[in-house]
Each structure stands twice: as structure tokens, then as C-alpha cells.
């Protein structure tokens, strides 16, 4: 999604936008399969229920800063969180093929 989105130089309300409809439809997606994989149980659920108001604030928090971050540091951070994040997955994929 990053590789498809990033280039397209969208206005960053717009970018954050459609990263959180997508994810959203994944999720949402992910429901059926989840529940007939027996995932969705009362001791899953109920843990959800415990963190989803620090869903909510985690939201309203990433709203308020891509308001007040200018576009290009905005994007010099998407960049060096992907960067990272990618780091990382190589490295754990090196890894896995080391044992």
C-alpha cells in the first residue's frame, strides 16, 4: 500500500484518510474469518473492549498532529517510520533463514 500510495503526492489529510478507510476495510474483512477460526472469543473481545479507548485517543492524537505537522516533515517521517519498519523486516527475514 506504501510503495502504491507514497508516490502519488497526496495532500497528507488525503493520505491519512485513505490509510485509515483501507485499514478499516481490512479489518472489517477480517471479521468472517476470524470468527470461523474461533478467534472471536469473550477472553479476545473482552480484551479488545479494555483497549479501545486508547484506540480512540491514539485516532483523535493522530488527527490532531497530521493538522498541525507540515506536509513535508509529515512525509520525511512516513519516510523514515517506513524505512524502519522495512529495516526491520528484512532483518527478521535474514534472521529466519539463519536458523
Known amino acids: 500500500m506504501q510503495v502504491y500510495v507514497l508516490p502519488q503526492r497526496l495532500p497528507k ?3 491519512a484518510g485513505t490509510f485509515a478507510m483501507f485499514f478499516a476495510f481490512v479489518n472489517v474483512i477480517k471479521i468472517v474469518p476470524f470468527w470461523s477460526l474461533g478467534q472471536l ?4 473481545l473482552s480484551t479488545s473492549a479494555v483497549v479501545l479507548p486508547l484506540a480512540v485517543v491514539s485516532t483523535l492524537l493522530g488527527a490532531w498532529l497530521v493538522k498541525r505537522i507540515h506536509g513535508d516533515l509529515f512525509f520525511k517521517i512516513i519516510y523514515a517510520v517506513l524505512f524502519v519498519v522495512s529495516a526491520k523486516l528484512v532483518w527478521d527475514g535474514v534472521a529466519m533463514t539463519m536458523l
Open 13 to 15: 489529510e488525503l493520505y
Open 41 to 44: 472469543s469473550l477472553t479476545n
